[in-house]
């Protein structure tokens, strides 16, 4: 009966490795989602004639978004090839300032969109919002 629950512990364990490494990946595309989303709202940015503080908050929050994101995606990797505790605490410590930049900048190009999103209805003219 030991066995069996020794056997099931390492199976867990095994399972529980290879769901990290998934979580991993799926971050790391999300990554070069964020990078990808980041270069055409910069580009997009650079080529409006009359940006407005909206359009500027958008683009400051995706380069903060891009960097929590990046940020969050070494925390995860680290976790995953983590070699003792300490390196586990340093990668979730990483990994959560990620996040919260992320949350910060998800507000921020909120309050940017909204900003857009007015302007666009008392000028009657319709853009982009990314």
Do not use: C, H, R
């Not at 359009?55 to 983590?82: C, H, N, P, R, Y």
């Not at 190009?109 to 919002?129: C, H, R, S, W, Y």
């Amino acid at each position: 009966m030991e066995t069996e629950k020794g056997d099931k512990y390492k199976e867990n364990e095994d399972l529980k490795l290879k769901f990290e490494n998934v979580i991993a990946i799926g971050v790391w595309i999300k990554t070069i989602g964020q990078i990808i989303e980041t270069i055409g709202v910069s580009n997009l940015f650079l080529i409006n004639e009359d940006p407005s503080s909206g359009d500027e908050k958008v683009v400051s929050a995706v380069w903060i978004e891009m960097v929590g994101q990046f940020l969050q995606t070494i925390g995860v990797s680290q976790q995953v090839s983590a070699i003792n505790e300490q390196v586990t605490f340093q990668a979730q410590e990483l990994e959560i300032i990620g996040v919260s930049l992320q949350a910060f900048a998800n507000a921020l190009e909120a309050m940017g969109g909204i900003e857009i999103l007015q302007e666009e209805k008392q000028t009657d003219i319709v853009d982009f919002i990314p």
